[in-house]
T-cell receptor, first 109, second 111 residues
Framework: GIQVEQSPPDLILQEGANSTLRCNFS?????LQWFHQNPWGQLINLFY???GTKQNGRLSATTVATERYSLLYISSSQTTDSGVYFC???????????FGRGTSLIVHP | DSGVTQTPKHLITATGQRVTLRCSPR?????VYWYQQSLDQGLQFLIQ???????AKGNILERFSAQQFPDLHSELNLSSLELGDSALYFC??????????FGPGTRLTVL
């Protein structure tokens, strides 16, 4: 079955809007990361967050491991936030992450 | 800049050929991971090396092989290339904390 499910698959925003991206996973987590893949294909680390909440500027993330989900918040979005956001998690004794299919974000000026 | 380097950035080759992709991990990272990203399959884990030894294998075809050298750089060898092997190939490295950092990728086009 699907181990990592991301929603929504696509999101279009006006610059300045806020958004929440969700990552649901089907079992326990020992390693969870959020990445941003920019339009040039580069994968950029956003958060390493197997549990708890972290903030970095306009971005923040929360993982609730007991309820098997993680959220990525983007506030005051900018056109440079466009791209695909991936959630990747590992579980059990393996630290090999499984990636979700991503959320494709377009921010219009 | 993640500190992980990959070469070449782009590679165009023909079916049946063999290519080698190279990755240098971040300073101090012992683990190297290889991933393939294609439009239909998303990001797929291929193989992991830790300090020169193969640690885990994912969906890696038999035509593909990898190794990690004593200086910790890694190479991914792709042989008997097919059109469907066209993809972005990423290398990532990690320290003991397991947070992975990705290189810029190699875009492979098989014609």
């Amino acid at each position: 079955g699907i181990q990592v499910e991301q929603s929504p698959p696509d999101l279009i925003l006006q610059e300045g809007a806020n958004s929440t991206l969700r990552c649901n996973f089907s079992d326990s987590v020992n390693n969870l990361q959020w990445f941003h893949q920019n339009p040039w294909g580069q994968l950029i680390n956003l958060f390493y967050i197997p549990s708890g909440t972290k903030q970095n500027g306009r971005l923040s993330a929360t993982t609730v491991a007991t309820e098997r989900y993680s959220l990525l918040y983007i506030s005051s979005s900018q056109t440079t936030d466009s791209g695909v956001y991936f959630c990747a998690k590992a579980s059990g004794g393996s630290y090999i992450p499984t990636f979700g299919r991503g959320t494709s974000l377009i921010v219009h000026p | 800049d993640s500190g992980v380097t990959q070469t070449p950035k782009h590679l165009i080759t023909a079916t049946g050929q063999r290519v080698t992709l190279r990755c240098s991990p971040r300073s101090g990272d012992l683990s190297v991971y290889w991933y393939q990203q294609s439009l239909d399959q998303g990001l797929q884990f291929l193989i992991q090396y830790y300090n020169g030894e193969e640690r885990a294998k994912g969906n890696i075809l038999e035509r593909f092989s990898a190794q990690q050298f004593p200086d910790l750089h890694s190479e991914l060898n792709l042989s008997s290339l097919e059109l469907g092997d066209s993809a972005l190939y990423f290398c990532a490295s990690a320290s003991t904390g397991n947070e992975q950092f990705f290189g810029p990728g190699t875009r492979l086009t098989v014609l």
